[in-house]
């Protein structure tokens, strides 16, 4: 393909960068966390992920802070704070 | 695999940043289900939340790693069509997929897509129902609830108002063209909406259909942490029942043997907050006539007792 | 070899359209089209079409059918009249816009209301702004032939744009005359297979189709698109030159010129009007009165240049148009011929008239009538600011 489009083509992909967005946190208790994975099956941007040793983690690029993680988590495992409270 | 190994290990198809609302369990779906489709997948996002938060993308850059477009409001099916007989005759095979909000499917999309519906055009269709037209400020649709408050369909200040029809009962008329697949499906149960996207990627001749069922917290008045626990009320209280239908063969994947009362689904839902006894009582009423009606479809497609149920 | 027949307008498009191999067909009948959809389909069941075909539930669909094929880089083909064209014309704009080389036969037929089937080129001639090519003939071969040179035009690389080949309703589609049908080997030769460069929907090179663009990015396509119509002013002169070196027959290219270099008058027109014109042409010349036709093929690009040329040291000209241009008084081919000759700074007498609407007849009578009336109007040096409307006497019955 030209790079030279005649018509209406995009390429290469455009990110948002959501996580600016958040004004609450999510905070994962690894203690609490029975690795249960519905908050990985929950997160709306796909912003969990799972590890090589079945641990969950929470990105927060792109985290909007919605608290939905927090509300499913059947082991109340993640807490949602207020940005910037330390 | 299980649809958490899917999920946990599968790429996500869409940018990891695009402009939904905090919370939106619609695009919860659309990363869910593209993660199943895959990459070998043509998607197609016509005018609504979807695209308007940039799953096409912005001037010369895209929402997605797959190939996605804007088909027009009214012509999703009949575009893919185009596409599916395009590739055919390149010789090609991939997935052709619409996910395309209710006014794209229920109103202006649905000539084209009964059309292709009845060709037997090998497309899946998959429609995100947020009960209006959530992207320009909601709208009523077709697919709106009864009593339902929209932008369209105020309210007055004694509380009268709201719209005076209920919603089309769409995947049952998609249905009824005796298509090779057709199932309901919920955010608040994705290892069922995963299972669902994979029998929709088994059919071999025809349009599969999957019709979700998506609360939306800016349109509706409802707070992001409730997206999930709301959209798990819509199916517990039988307001939208989860099946999947093979032609006329109808069966309920999510059973609800004791519902809540659609009193609890419908309090918690701010579209609704004038609605008074009575008028929920009516809900109440339609939701349990609907219900009935789609119980004997699953007793005569063998219900619980059916093979794969 | 090719081969002679006698075929009816319909079915010549219908030969154009199976030589041209096209991958993918999507049509929806409507009269005075719908034998060119029955036509393609008994093509398809004997085996001589090989081709993707679906029977669309409207024309909206036929459409959006082929946008979507040609997004997956295949030739793609369709044919249309009036009502059908006004329903697909949300996917038609776009078509252009998208810049996917789809060539559709219009079948002209004049638009409601009153309800009426019959012919007259209102249909297309109000698209002409959509960004489509749009050239209209005058009979049945000369259907076939631009029919196939339209694939040629449509997907050379410095146009890519879609093409309507535009024909009368019921005077070309149901009338038979001689045709002469190339064979599918030198049909081959022409015109070689397409496939997309420029815009795709592929997994292999995945990239987003359409994304919200910004007014000035839009502004960029609307230029080159612009461009690209005056590249076709090239390439259907091309594709034509090419074709008559192949097949021996010529159009003209974008226009067509009848006994024009001693006139001092010009008639001009376009579509099946124009062979009563040439007839009435002869008789006059007969009688020695020197005047000519000026024939536009193709509207859209608008042929500028040959246009200012093919008039140039006439003492002026008379234009027939089967169309209306509402609110401008006159028809829409009188419009554009006057505003290409402004930009000449030319300033000849001209007659404006508006006849044969909805497939009523432009008897020889008539025509001569309207060349008689522009020698007039021109040798009072007039310029008709209100078209004459030419209708037949009534009959007392």
Redesign the interface.
């Known amino acids: 393909m030209s790079k030279e489009y005649i018509g209406p083509v995009g390429e290469g992909l455009y990110a948002v960068r959501t996580g600016d967005w958040r004004t609450r946190r999510p905070l994962m208790d690894q203690k609490t966390c029975r690795r249960c994975g519905i908050c990985l099956m929950y997160c709306p941007v796909n912003a969990i992920s799972r590890g090589a040793d079945e641990a969950y983690s929470i990105g927060l690029e792109y985290c909007k802070g919605c608290g939905v993680c927090a509300a499913e988590c059947p082991a109340k495992a993640i807490a949602m704070e207020k940005e910037g409270a330390k | 695999m299980t649809a958490l190994d899917t999920l946990a290990t599968r790429e996500d198809q869409i940018s990891p940043g695009i402009s939904a609302c905090v919370g939106c369990n619609v695009e919860l779906t659309l990363r869910t289900v593209l993660k199943v489709l895959g990459p070998n997948t043509i998607l197609a996002i016509p005018p609504g939340c979807m695209g308007g938060v940039g799953v096409v993308g912005w001037d010369k850059m895209s929402g997605a790693k797959v190939p996605v477009f804007f088909p027009l409001l009214d012509n999703s099916a009949s575009m893919l069509a185009g596409i599916r007989l395009g590739l055919k005759a390149r010789g090609r095979e991939a997935n052709v997929v619409a996910f395309a909000g209710d006014g794209a499917t229920v109103d202006a999309g649905f000539q084209a897509l009964s059309g292709a519906a009845e060709r037997g055009d090998k497309i899946i269709y998959i429609c995100y129902d947020n009960e209006g037209y959530m992207n320009t400020g909601y709208q009523r649709s077709s697919s709106t609830s009864k009593g339902s408050w929209t932008s369209t369909t105020p309210v007055s200040k004694e509380g009268s108002g709201g719209k005076p029809q209920h919603r089309k009962d769409f995947p049952l008329i998609m249905a009824m063209h005796d298509l090779p697949y057709v199932a309901t499906a919920s955010p608040a149960y994705i290892p069922d909406l995963v299972k669902k996207v994979e029998r929709a990627m088994e059919v071999k001749e025809g349009l599969a259909y999957i019709h979700i069922y998506n609360p939306c917290l800016t349109g509706w008045g409802i707070k992001s942490d409730d997206s999930i626990a709301i959209s798990r009320l819509s199916v517990q209280s039988r307001f939208f029942p989860l099946w999947e239908a093979h032609g006329r063969r109808l069966q309920f994947t999510v059973r609800v043997p004791k519902p809540v009362p659609v009193a609890d689904y419908v309090r918690r839902i701010g579209k609704f907050r004038h609605l008074d006894e009575a008028r929920i009582a009516e809900l109440q009423a339609i939701t349990d006539e609907r219900y009935s009606f789609l119980e004997a479809m699953d007793r005569m497609g063998g219900g619980a007792n059916a093979p794969g149920a | 070899m090719s081969r002679v027949d006698v075929l009816n307008g319909n079915l010549a498009a219908a030969h154009a359209a199976r030589l041209s191999r096209p991958?993918?067909i999507?049509a929806y009948p409507i009269t005075p089209q719908t034998p060119v959809v029955e036509y393609l389909t008994q093509f398809h069941a004997d085996g001589s079409l090989p081709?993707?075909m679906?029977?669309?539930?409207?024309e909206?669909?036929a459409m959006?059918?082929?946008?979507?094929?040609?997004?997956?880089?295949?030739r793609c083909y369709t044919a249309t009249s009036s009502q059908g064209l006004a329903l697909m014309y949300?996917?038609y704009f776009?078509a252009s816009?998208?810049?996917l080389p789809i060539v559709m036969n219009i079948v002209n037929r004049e638009m409601i209301s009153p309800q009426t089937v019959w012919g007259g080129p209102q249909d297309s001639m109000t698209l002409r702004d959509a960004g489509w090519l749009q050239i209209y003939v005058e009979d049945n071969q000369e259907i076939l032939d631009t029919t196939i040179q339209a694939f040629k035009v449509a997907e050379s690389a410095e146009v890519?744009l879609p093409i309507n080949v535009c024909y009368d309703g019921f005077y070309l589609s149901h009338m038979t005359e001689r045709v002469e049908i190339p064979s599918q080997e030198e049909v081959d030769a022409f015109l070689p297979p397409y496939r997309s460069?420029?815009?795709?929907?592929?997994?292999e090179?995945?990239?987003?189709?359409?994304?919200?663009?910004?007014g000035r990015?839009?502004m960029e396509?609307r230029r080159?698109?612009m461009a690209?119509q005056q590249a076709a002013l090239v390439a259907i002169e091309k594709a034509d030159a090419e074709y008559a070196r192949r097949f021996g027959r010529s159009w003209g290219g974008v226009i067509d010129e009848y006994r024009t270099e001693d006139a001092e008058y010009l008639m001009v027109s376009l579509g099946s009007v124009c062979g009563a014109l040439r007839e009435c042409i002869d008789d006059a010349r007969a009688r020695g009165v020197r005047v000519g036709l000026l024939k536009i093929r193709s509207l859209r690009p608008f042929p500028r240049a040959r246009v200012i040329e093919a008039l140039a040291g006439k003492k002026g000209f008379g234009v027939i148009d089967r169309n209306v241009s509402f609110g401008t008084n006159t028809g829409i081919l009188f419009q554009e011929i006057r505003a290409a000759l402004y930009s000449a700074g030319s300033r000849y007498p001209a007659a404006s008239f508006i006849g044969g609407l909805g497939g009523e007849d432009l008897t020889l009578e008539i025509v001569a009538g309207a060349i008689k009336s522009t020698i007039e109007t021109v040798d009072a040096g007039k310029i008709d600011n209100e078209a004459s409307w030419l209708v037949r006497p009534e009959r007392k019955a």
Do not use: F, W
Not at chain 3, 54 to 58: A, I, L
Not at chain 3, 64 to 74: E, M, P, R
Not at chain 3, 197 to 203: A, E, T
């Open positions: 991958e993918v999507a081709c993707q679906s029977e669309v539930e409207s909206h669909s959006s059918i082929l946008t979507g094929a040609s997004l997956t880089g295949v949300e996917p776009r816009t998208l810049r890519l460069r420029h815009i795709i929907l592929d997994p090179t995945p990239m987003a189709v359409d994304p919200l663009t910004n990015l839009l396509y080159k698109h690209a």
